[in-house]
Nanobody, 120 residues
Framework: QVQLVESGGGLVQAGGSLRLACAAS????????MGWYRQAPGKQRELVAD???????NYADSVKGRFTISRDNAKNTVYLQMNSLKPEGTAVYYC??????????????WGQGTQVTVSS
């Protein structure tokens, strides 16, 4: 049993910043890829950024240079620092974490989602 708890969403003006956090707890041997996704009303869920176990990062073109993903392995936590926010960034943000508990046991888990609203 693995649970992800997200925090840090809220209302911010365009140009402002927010920092999201997602902490995993439960039965975990190791955490592998950690990522952030978002879903705006009427749109499909899309990848925002992810970070692998070697700390290699990947970003959607729309957020490059403005968002930074990072991880704290000791806390099984992934962060998303969002700067220079734009109204089009308004969405529910979800974290996704891959957990390994054995050579053949690898599963991914979703957070509950946190609302980010950027006003113009």
């Amino acid at each position: 049993q693995v649970q992800l708890v997200e925090s840090g969403g809220g209302l911010v003006q365009a140009g402002g910043s927010l920092r999201l956090a997602c902490a995993a707890s439960g039965s975990i041997f190791s955490v592998n890829v950690m990522g952030w996704y978002r879903q705006a009303p009427g749109k499909q869920r899309e990848l925002v950024a992810d970070i692998n176990s070697g700390a290699v990062t990947n970003y959607a073109d729309s957020v490059k240079g403005r968002f930074t993903i990072s991880r704290d392995n000791a806390k099984n936590t992934v962060y998303l620092q969002m700067n220079s926010l734009k109204p089009e960034g308004t969405a529910v943000y979800y974290c996704n974490i891959g957990v390994r508990n054995g050579v053949w046991d690898y599963r991914t888990y979703w957070g509950q989602g946190t609302q980010v609203t950027v006003s113009s």
